[in-house]
């Protein structure tokens, strides 16, 4: 079992930026990919972005693509999310997650792939 800490939010104007983090514990060499999501209230947990363990190969959803980077610490276990450009959309509780090996018939950005969970650190942008 992995364990999953967020910090980082806040509240910040738009086209401000922020930078998460999520530190891991406990079984850390089973993670095979880590991911960041987020939910508005009122809203479906939706996947932001995600990087492999084993190589930084990264992915994001089309509405954050130019304005957040993944990126990993591997060695210290660490997992970050920076955030520029923010916008009043991308307001919500922010997740990081992490998924083990195996064979999936989800996609990358699906929840049902990822098995531990942090709390979740808030973010709010304002107009």
């Known amino acids: 079992q992995v364990q999953l800490v967020e910090s980082g939010g806040g509240s910040v104007q738009a086209g401000g930026s922020l930078r998460l983090s999520c530190a891991a514990s406990?079984?850390?060499?089973?993670?095979?990919?880590m991911g960041w999501f987020r939910q508005a209230p009122g809203q479906e947990r939706e996947g932001v972005a995600y990087?492999?363990?084993?190589?930084?190969?990264?992915g994001y959803i089309d509405s954050v693509k130019g304005r957040f980077t993944i990126s990993q610490d591997t060695a210290k276990n660490a997992l970050f999310l920076q955030m520029n450009s923010l916008k009043p959309e991308d307001s919500g509780i922010y997740y990081c997650?992490?998924?083990?090996?195996?064979?999936?018939?989800?996609?990358?950005?699906?929840?049902?792939?990822?098995?531990?969970w942090g709390q979740g650190t808030q973010v709010t942008v304002s107009s």
């Open positions: 990087i492999y363990m084993s190589d930084d190969a990264a």
């Open positions: 406990g079984n850390t060499d089973s993670r095979y990919l």
């Open positions: 997650a992490a998924a083990s090996r195996g064979l999936f018939t989800v996609g990358l950005f699906d929840k049902r792939r990822y098995n531990s």
